[in-house]
Each structure stands twice: as C-alpha cells, then as structure tokens.
C-alpha cells in the first residue's frame, strides 16, 4: 500500500507518521511519501519519520520529494494538509478582520474566506494530477476550510472525504470522563465542518445507551472549561457545541479577547521554528511533547482509521466524515457538505440517519451553508461582488459597511494568491 501525504513538511507531519507506525496492523503501509515544495523543511521532517518508523520497527519505505506528480503515482490515497501562504497569511488572516470588530480567524469568517479563496484553485489542480496519474486514489482532505475545500473537490468529481479532529477529540475527552475505551464511545455528532454539536454520547454503537445527560450532569464543569463557554449556557443547550460555536455564542467577547494578545498564527509559527530545530537531531526519533501544543489532536487516529476503511483493511465502521448532505439534513441541499457519522467502506462515507435537528442550530447551518454556497462561487470564478455577497451572507459579519471593508481588506491582503485580483 502506498500513501501519499500533500504538504508532507508539516510540522504536523510526525504525529500522522507516528500513528502509521504505531496502527501499522490497522493500515499496513508500504511506501509513504512525502510531497512538499519547501526542501529544507521536508528533508528535516522526512528523517525524523524515517527515524520514527525505525524506533517503531515499521517495515515500509518513506520517500521525500517535491515532484507532485513522481509522489502521487500510484498512490492509493492521497493526504492533503496544505497551508497556502503558510503562517504568514494565516497571521494576515487572524488580525486584519479584528479592524471592523469581526472574528479573525483561519477557518471561519473573513479570514476563513481568504483561506478558501488562496487554497480550492490549487487543491484543485493538485486533485487533478491526482486523477491523471491514479484516477481510483481516494482524497482525503485535512485542508482547512475542509467544508469548502471538500465540496469542491466533490463537485470536481474526485473521490473525496473530509476529515477534521473535532469529533476525534471530544471521542476522547468523553471516553476519559466516563472511564471507558474511545472505541466504546459513539457520537451523535451533526453540523458542518468547525460548526457543530454533539447532541448524543452514546455507548457501544449507533443504538447503544445515550448517556450525555449523566455525562453533562457529573462533568459539566470539565466540558465548559474546555469549550471556554458558560456552564449555564451548556445545561440549557443541553448538548455539546464544538469549540468553534465561541465564536458565535460569545462574538464580541471572543474579538476582545483576540485584541489583547498574541495572534495564534504567532505562537504557531515560533512553535514551528522551534520544532523544525528538534526534528533537526539526529538523535530525536518520536514526535516530541510538543508537538501536542501545536494543534492536530488525534489526527493521526483518524487518518488511519479513515484510510484504512476507505482501502478495505479495516478501520472502525462508523466514523464522522465530511461528505455530501443527500437528504440526510432535509434542512440543507443534497449538495451541500455535511459532517455528521457515516458507514464508511471502499465505495466511500455513507451518512447514518440523523434525528430532527433543534431550529436552534438548523438555522445557523443553513445560514453557514448559504455562505459557503457562495464562498465556493468566488474562490472558483473570483471578482469583487461575489467575495463581498460572501461576506455579506457570513453570520459573523453581515452588515453591508463591514462586508464592503473586508472584501478590500481580503483583496488587498491576498492579492498575489488571487489570479482574478
């Protein structure tokens, strides 16, 4: 089996290529290469994975290289965790919307529109080679918006699944309140990718017991501090939005909050110079502790686990996954992404049945929906009006004065990564 990861040198890059040596009964890889224009960086991270891989007694081959086309070829699934314009836009991202009194932020908001408008043209292109040189390779999409980025590879037709940690995490955090193994634990997870909620926990599978009510009950504190929300407001919500719903449930107190400090794309990219010097010792062979502070929990658990349903080797069989709504949320369009748990196997995510979902977050999906609808539309065709109808229709923004000033803001910000600009 060959696996191929786009954006190999990543910082991120040691915790997946740890998770493939340690769950290599799971997924057994062959050849995994690592693709990256950055040569430096990928020559640093490619020998801690060799290094990794040795430490671990994992038999396969890891090859580095720049050539997209040479790393792709035969792969039966490719990896994508891009960043394009690096932490650098990601910076311009999280600070720039803070001047309107807006959310700046990397995946939602204005900055999250820049981020899909610098990042579908070249998933695209990357999806396409793909499919020139091995058409049957599944696409596993890490990128981030990974909603936006996964509906337009869908469109494209590519055989495409969205991945993201949320779910993953809040598996594990539940599993260690309950004091049971993350395999017993199943969520009733719904939402969109980075706005969802956990509306069940239940054990041992899609039917088993619901025990969010005892879970909120006895650990609602832990729950909220996490989520850096109220406990009041997650007793009267009664289930568990993702961290991401900050943004919308406490806006104004979140924009100050972000005024006051350090941007996270700072903190990231002194982390990640900090990371590439230890990947640098030759004497180093695991991913370092910090490595956890950097973001990505359990994404190589999921990986795997996805990879390895979608190739036939196993994986769990229910997984949460963006994919094509299909009537599942009859709310929202059958084309638009969802993500939600989904029976997963070599013919791709089949999304499990869902109950009614609240008006409460029905609404705001929809809302998010119809942002992205338009957020696709301007990162594939490009101009000024459809980046301003975009922001206008985001439920962060709204207001025509603000969409007016950030679409300038975007523009000029993003100009050497926009063909249409």
């Known amino acids: ?46 020998g801690l994975a060799r290094r990794i891989f040795a430490k671990q007694g994992h038999p396969g081959r890891i090859v580095t290289t720049s050539d997209l086309d040479a790393g792709v070829e035969g792969a039966d699934a490719v990896l994508l965790q891009l960043r394009v314009g690096g932490q650098a836009a990601r910076e311009q991202d999280e600070t720039w919307p803070l001047e309107c009194g807006c959310i700046g932020q990397e995946t939602t908001g204005a900055g999250g529109l820049a981020k899909a408008l610098r990042t579908v043209p070249v998933v695209l292109d990357i999806a396409e080679r793909v499919r020139r040189t091995n058409p049957d390779a599944w696409i596993i999409d890490f990128t981030n918006p990974v909603g936006i980025v996964t509906r337009a590879l869908l469109q494209a037709g590519h055989r495409t699944v969205g991945l993201c940690n949320v779910a993953i995490g809040f598996q594990r955090k539940f599993a260690a309140l309950l004091g ?3 395999a017993d634990v ?51 919500l009664g289930v ?11 806006h104004d107190e979140v924009v100050r909050d972000l005024r006051t400090k350090p941007s996270r794309a700072a903190e990231v990219a002194a982390m990640e110079k900090q990371l590439l010097e230890m990947y640098g010792d030759p004497a180093l062979d695991e991913k370092p502790e ?32 963006n994919t094509y709504n299909k009537g599942t949320l009859p709310f929202l369009p059958d084309d638009a992404v969802i993500e939600v748990q989904a029976a997963i196997g070599s013919h791709g ?14 609404g705001l999906m929809a809302n998010v929906t119809a942002y992205e609808d338009l957020a696709l539309e301007a990162a594939l065709r490009g101009g000024r009006d459809r ?35």
């Open 180 to 182: 049971v193994a993350p």
């Open 240 to 250: 568990v939005p993702s961290y991401y719903l900050r943004y919308y449930y406490a």
């Open 1 to 46: 089996m060959k696996l191929t990861v786009v954006g190999g040198g990543s910082t991120y890059t040691p915790e997946l290529v740890d998770g493939f040596a340690r769950l290599r009964d799971t997924l057994p890889v062959e050849e995994l290469v690592l693709v990256d224009p950055a040569a430096e960086r990928l020559e640093l991270v490619g």
């Open 186 to 236: 199943h969520l009733d997870h719904v939402g969109l990718n980075h706005l969802t909620w956990e509306t069940g926990v239940r054990l041992g599978g899609p039917e088993g017991e619901n025990v969010l009510p005892k879970l909120l009950a006895e650990h609602g504190d832990a729950v909220a501090d996490d989520l850096r929300l109220p406990r009041t407001l997650v007793d009267r």
């Open 349 to 362: 995510p089949a999304p499990l049945p869902v109950p009614a979902v609240d008006p409460l977050y029905a």
């Open 387 to 421: 980046v301003f109808r975009a922001l206008l229709a985001h439920p962060l923004i709204g207001q025509y004065a603000y969409a007016d000033t950030l679409t300038d803001q975007l523009i000029a910000h993003n100009r050497e990564h926009l063909a249409w600009a």
């Open 290 to 321: 910090l490595l956890a502070r950097r973001g990505g929990a359990y994404y190589s658990e999921a990986a795997v686990d996805l990879a390895a349903a979608l190739l036939g080797g196993g994986g769990s069989p229910y997984q949460v996954v």
